[in-house]
């Protein structure tokens, strides 16, 4: 490739935290996506029938060498990403090392999760300077200390005050985050774990993943986790036990999707008990688990304890606890990317292929699933 075409390629690019060599670029951004595709060396190897051998791509990797055009183009078709991906300058640090799940997986999934995610952020947030968007996220709930379950009702009340949102069911959770600059991504993986959260590039960028494969179907789940990972980026409970931290950001969760006075209304104050049917109505209206309803109730002692375990061993033998018996049907999804992806071409900031390289997809690709004008 000549320095030509680095030269074009380089400039739609951008740096977040060093300065690298063209060739470096390449190195880094080549293991970054055979880890994405979860591929040894020898692996990718296989995959492309050894058309490149494992001893050169460990050369690309080392960044001893740069190929030519064609075996670039053999990598990328491989491994699912355009060419212009393997020299992007930007970097992106994503620490999952204290986080309690995460750090179970194998080492080889992690390794796919973290790329993945710098892969999709990194386009994301290319997106947004490319606009001019500001992206600062400020704490809102910062310094507020997390003892008991009122401040959890308190934070939850004041969080809902700060981002304008009253007493009303929250329509749709991922997308709320989204507009207050908390990235979310879904990533599959076959790891048993709805979602994590975790700071990008130090403390700058927060960052919650949800577990595809298990919240795809699962609509009032997906909302739940999503803010309950919310809980563990604002709230102050990171110095609590893991067990205490946990009660504390289900509870926040909960509060977000029906908060007290809410919820007390719906159930028209203290209960002996409650009807399935109820429960079923508060749920497809607020997005939340008719369980997670239930346990909320107990934690504002509307209902008793003994009344909370009565319910669960009866929801039990119904078979009830893995899947209720009626769905949210809300939407829980952002086209905040897609969104501005199309602004920027609309108002000329990008072209067409740099559209098609900010979603990842072949130009031909990219025209035929979108009408532009």
Known sequence: MTNTVYSQVLVNHFSFTKIQTPMNYFATRLKSARLMNGLSLQGLADKINNRITKQSLSKYELGQVIPDSEIIGILSEALGVRPDYFFSDQVLEIDIKENPRISQFPAKERSRIVEIAKDELGRYLELEQILGI??????????????????????????RDIWGLGSDALSNVIELLEDHHVKVLEIDSSEEFDGFSTWVNGKSIPLIVLNKAKLSEVTDRKRFTALHELAHLILDVNQLPEKEKEKYCHAFATAMLIPRETLRNELGGNRSKLSFQELAAIKQQYGISMQAIVYRAKDLKLISENYLRQFYMVFNQLGYRQHEPVDYKGQESSNRFSQLLFRALAENFISI?????????KLAEFRKENLVI
């Open 134 to 159: 500001e992206t600062q996220f400020v704490n809102p709930l910062q310094n507020m200390p997390i003892r008991s379950q009122d401040d959890i009702e308190k934070a939850a009340e004041a969080l």
């Open 353 to 361: 292929s740099k559209a098609a390289s900010l979603k990842n997809q």
